[in-house]
């Protein structure tokens, strides 16, 4: 299974884009990326999914490198309500064992 | 839009107790997934489900069982409950296929076993 590595945390002011990156160095041909977004007390909510290059949603756009070993989820002008936990994954096409790592934790200031 | 249930937000059970925790999803998913989530160790797979009666090992399993009698319908069992057994337990659910699927999830349960 591929593992993530993610920042831990980041800080944001309102209207800010952020970036959050996450590296994905043994990632299989055939895996795709998912990006989760997780608030207090309720379970991970999709945001968005990708292969390669770049994959865009009224939410959120993703970035993803030729060589795949890494991804980006931008999230244009955040607002206070953008804090949460972002969760990196990386599809296992074996099974459906799913490694979810700590996530990013986003705090988003007035 | 898919709607996973868990059938309580919040519940409290004795040590030495059997616990059943049960989700249910609306979209004729054939994946069905249980995750328990504790502070600094993220989400952790203890089971999941490819279709009815089939079940597979996660990562954490000792202690836990599960049940998967319809489609719609998983089922977590505690079959003897212990302390360390406290945590916020999610159900997901995917569409059958690879596992590059996403996961619908749950508002999850969190269990407090006394």
């Known amino acids: 299974l591929a593992k993530t590595t993610q920042p831990i945390s980041m800080d944001s002011y309102e209207g800010q884009e952020v970036n959050i990156t996450c590296s994905h160095n043994?990632?299989?041909?055939?895996?795709?990326i998912t990006w989760y977004q997780q608030f207090p007390s309720q379970g991970p909510r999709f945001i968005i999914q990708?292969?390669?290059t770049k994959v865009t949603n009224e939410v959120a756009s993703l970035f993803i490198p030729a060589d795949r070993k890494s991804s980006t989820l931008s999230l244009p002008r955040v607002s206070l309500s953008d804090t949460a936990v972002y969760y990196c994954?990386?599809?296992?096409?074996?099974?459906?064992?799913?490694?979810f790592g700590a996530g990013t934790r986003l705090f988003v200031k007035a | 839009d898919v709607k996973v249930t868990q059938s309580s937000r919040y519940l409290v059970k004795r040590t030495g107790e059997k616990v059943f925790l049960e989700c249910v999803q609306d979209m004729d998913h054939e994946n069905m997934f249980w995750y328990r989530q504790d502070p600094g160790l993220g989400l952790r797979l203890i089971y999941f489900s490819y279709d009815v009666k089939m079940k597979e090992k996660g990562d954490i399993p000792e202690g836990y069982s599960v049940s998967r009698e319809k489609k719609e319908r998983f089922s977590l069992i505690l079959e003897s409950a212990s302390t360390n057994q406290t945590s916020m337990y999610l159900c997901?659910?995917?569409?059958?296929?690879?596992?590059?699927?996403?996961?619908?999830f749950g508002d999850g349960t969190r269990l407090s076993i006394l």
């Open positions: 994954l990386v599809g296992n096409t074996g099974g459906f064992k799913t490694i």
């Open positions: 997901a659910s995917s569409l059958g296929g690879d596992g590059n699927q996403p996961q619908h």
């Open positions: 990708g292969y390669k």
């Open positions: 043994n990632i299989a041909t055939n895996d795709y």
